[in-house]
């Protein structure tokens, strides 16, 4: 009886240390049972930028020891709540996503993608066709102008601001929902002009990469019958945003091993197919104050455009 009573009770100890040992792992932020939410913009291929991401967070672990989760969620406003929930530690996200988040949960941005030939920055572009006889920014007084949207900063924003300073009055203006849509009202003359994303040609092949682009295929002359006449001031490129409290020294792991991960073969093709970007530098919250300030000058309202998108 002596010996069943100590099996009955190595088995109940058994059991519960068993139970327990979970318990007993490693909770610390950056483990495998608790680690790093990595977040992606949303996109059409988020089973590409998927793949891609989760080669991003293999090479985090390789290089600084702290386990990533890679997701890609559906909109653009569940990557800044995320920030609000502590769902998100480190996300790639676009400027008005970042801005919102930074307005509502302090989240702070560490890089700013670099684009095509290290291009920190981009532009909006001011089109119209080439056989309406306007040459200059000037010109467009009194004229009717097809903008992006609302939230778009080079489609709206910036050049809408720059006929500001420099007092310029359209007679009409409209939202074509989308750069192409601008694009094709300039082309076949519904408008008499129109602001869209400005990017300059590629440096080695020397290919148009301006909004004009999005529509060559559909209609090869675009290039000839519409041209740009003024681009907006630099508009800061996408940051890289980590939420409010995330310890500093996993912040430096993380931001020195995507500085690294850029240089690598597997790096720049990652990078590319995550983002259309080449790599990152590093930034802070004072490179996006222009942007800011503006966005607040037109009374946009960021969390009802996010999520719409």
């Known amino acids: 009886m002596r010996i069943a009573r100590w099996y009955v009770l190595a088995l109940v100890l058994a059991i519960i240390w068993l139970s327990a040992k979970p318990l007993f792992k490693s909770r610390e932020l950056g483990s495998k049972e608790r680690p790093i939410n990595l977040m992606l913009t949303p996109s059409t291929d988020a089973q590409a930028i998927i793949r891609n991401g989760e080669e991003l967070g293999a090479y985090l672990y390789k290089k600084t020891g702290l386990h990533v989760r890679v997701s890609v969620p559906n909109y653009y406003i569940t990557v800044v709540e995320a920030f609000g929930t502590s769902r998100a530690d480190i996300a790639i996200m676009n400027t008005f996503s970042y801005l919102l988040a930074n307005s509502k949960y302090n ?34 007084e009194g004229k009717t102008i097809a903008f992006v949207d609302p939230s778009s900063t080079s489609g709206y924003i910036y050049p809408s601001e720059m006929l500001k300073r420099q007092n310029i009055k359209p007679k009409e203006e409209m939202f074509a929902n989308g750069h192409s849509q601008v694009v094709m009202k300039v082309y076949q003359g519904e408008v008499d002009a129109g602001a869209v994303f400005y990017s300059p040609p590629d440096t080695v092949t020397g290919e148009l990469l301006d909004a004009r682009c999005k529509v060559a295929t559909q209609f090869p002359d675009v290039y000839d019958r519409v ?11 996408d940051p890289v945003v980590v939420r409010n409290g995330l310890p500093h020294e996993i912040v430096e792991k993380l931001v020195s091993a995507l500085l690294d991960f850029q240089t690598t073969a597997e790096g720049k093709a990652a990078l590319m197919a995550i983002a259309s970007v080449e790599g990152f530098v590093r930034t802070n919250n004072s490179d996006y104050n222009e942007v800011r300030n503006l966005v607040a000058r037109y009374g946009i309202n960021l969390e009802a455009q996010l999520k719409n998108k």
């Open 107 to 140: 989240a702070q941005p560490v890089l700013k993608v670099k684009r095509r030939h290290g291009e920190l920055s981009y532009r909006g572009e001011f089109i119209v066709r080439a056989d309406k006889g306007i040459t200059s920014l000037s010109q467009l």
């Open 227 to 237: 041209k740009i006449i003024a681009l907006t001031d630099p508009i800061p490129n």
